[in-house]
């Protein structure tokens, strides 16, 4: 059963950090672009950033560049999300996601589609 | 880039087929044949429906549709029933500027 299991979310206060952790299971791993979405309470979806299967390709969304890292270890089927400088607004669950299409380097454009998605982590950010 | 023109809220009886559109620009839906939609119950994670403007993953319903004209695409659902009751988000590729991807707004489809 392909799955992914999210990890490391919890209280910190402004200006903290954070590492959530995915682990994922019943795929090849390293054959798949990963993404971070998250999800403000009661609030829509927002892409936060993508890594693509080998790691040498990333992408964040403008208002994490600079304070958020994705990376992965493939080793270890796993997805990290390393959160620096939080703020009120990063306060959201955030979701790991495989996106759909195989291939360790893919063009960004591939990684518009995730076809699993983890249940989600929390994260809070006290002012 | 601003997030895409989802209607806030659509409705429809068992039975029914009702239609979310998905408004974006010649940058983002206009440019590109790569959107997806996704399900998503409360307190659920996301559910991808639709890909590439209008394939379906294996085990989705086919009562769930999509098509794209412009810069506006659309997903229908035909047959409404009730599980269908949910959020609904479109998403799309948005080019290689400062956003990559882009959400819509999100549509609560309500089953009467």
């Known amino acids: 059963e392909v799955q992914l299991v999210e990890s490391g979310g919890g209280l910190v206060q402004r200006g903290g950090s954070l590492r959530l952790s995915c682990a994922a299971s019943?795929?090849?791993?390293?054959?798949?672009?990963m993404k971070w979405v998250r999800q403000a309470p009661g609030k829509g979806l927002e892409w936060v950033s993508v890594?693509?299967?080998?790691?040498?390709?990333?992408y964040y969304t403008d208002s994490v560049k600079g304070r958020f890292i994705i990376s992965r270890d493939n080793s270890k089927n796993t997805l990290y999300l390393q959160l620096n400088s939080l703020r009120a607004e990063d306060t959201a669950v955030y979701f790991c996601?495989?996106?759909?299409?195989?291939?360790?380097?893919?063009?960004?454009?591939?990684?518009?589609?995730?076809?699993?998605w983890g249940q989600g982590t929390t994260v809070t950010v006290s002012s | 880039q601003s997030a895409l023109t989802q209607p806030a809220s659509v409705s429809g009886s068992p039975g029914q087929s009702i239609t979310i559109s998905c408004t974006g620009t010649?940058?983002?839906?206009?440019?590109?044949?790569?959107i997806s939609w996704y399900q998503q119950h409360p307190g659920k994670a996301p559910k991808l429906m639709i890909y590439?403007?209008?394939k379906r993953p294996s085990g989705v319903s086919n009562r769930f549709s999509g098509s794209k004209s412009g810069n506006t695409a659309s997903l229908t659902i035909s047959g409404l029933q009730a599980e269908d009751e949910a959020d609904y988000y479109c998403?799309?590729?948005?080019?290689?500027?400062?956003?990559?991807?882009?959400f819509g707004t999100g549509t609560k489809v309500t089953v009467l």
């Open positions: 996601a495989k996106c759909l299409y195989s291939g360790s380097d893919l063009p960004g454009y591939y990684y518009y589609a995730m076809d699993v």
């Open positions: 019943g795929f090849t791993f390293r054959d798949y672009g």
């Open positions: 890594i693509s299967g080998s790691g040498n390709n990333t």
């Open positions: 010649n940058s983002d839906i206009g440019g590109f044949n790569l």
């Open positions: 590439e403007g209008s």
């Open positions: 998403y799309s590729y948005a080019g290689t500027g400062t956003s990559n991807y882009v």
